[in-house]
């Protein structure tokens, strides 16, 4: 977003003029470059960051390691932007990081900017020193290089922050107890049943993590009613 190319197989695109935007990737025109409300493209005050770092391995980085790379991801993008750690939040709202999706997707929100343009976000990120120093600072947190590790697709997008929120599932487990008793040679059979509702939050978790953890809990739940 933000660029355009004329030219067949380009390495690098070109930068929008101030004051318009291209909301597509891939523009081969500059015509696709439209005006923007208000000179900066930033009307909202925020805009989304998002990077493709290959090769990451993220998933099996231990939590620490995963808190470290979230941190540094953050300061990066903050100082590329010119702005404070504090106004980079996470897709949550949490300040000083950012979500990192299965895959290795990076994306964060910058928060209120002022005195800064769209076209400037662009220039910083876009450049090839950026992409360097995302490389240079996942070494530095993993203390070697991962095998393919490399910045793939990169946009910068004005945008209003919206926080996601937590989606949370409910199910209900029922199962039965049944207690016997004799009184007066008599025998008297009572069955009673329990409810038990269990929330779960999959936020967050790709639709094969959320099949699994669904069909573990299944299993849980068959397992306390037997």
Known sequence: ?????????ATACKICPAGEWSHSSGARLQGNCVS???SSCLAEGSAQVTIE???????QRNSIEQADLRATFARDIAAAAGVDASLVVDLMGQNSTVTVGLGGSISAFLLDLQGVSARDLATNFYKESFRET???ST???LGSRPEHLG?????????KFVPLQPTTTSMTSTSTATFTSTSS????????AMH?????TTTGLSSDAKMIRMAGLTLWLSAIAS
């Open 185 to 192: 040679g008599s025998v008297v059979t009572t069955t009673t």
């Open 134 to 136: 995302l490389v240079n």
């Open 139 to 141: 070494i530095a947190v």
């Open 36 to 38: 923007c409300s208000g």
């Open 53 to 59: 770092l290959r090769g990451l391995q993220y998933q």
């Open 196 to 200: 038990q509702d269990i929330a779960f």
């Open 1 to 9: 977003a933000g660029t355009w190319t004329d030219e067949f197989e």
């Open 151 to 159: 910045v793939g697709a990169m946009t910068v997008e004005p945008k």
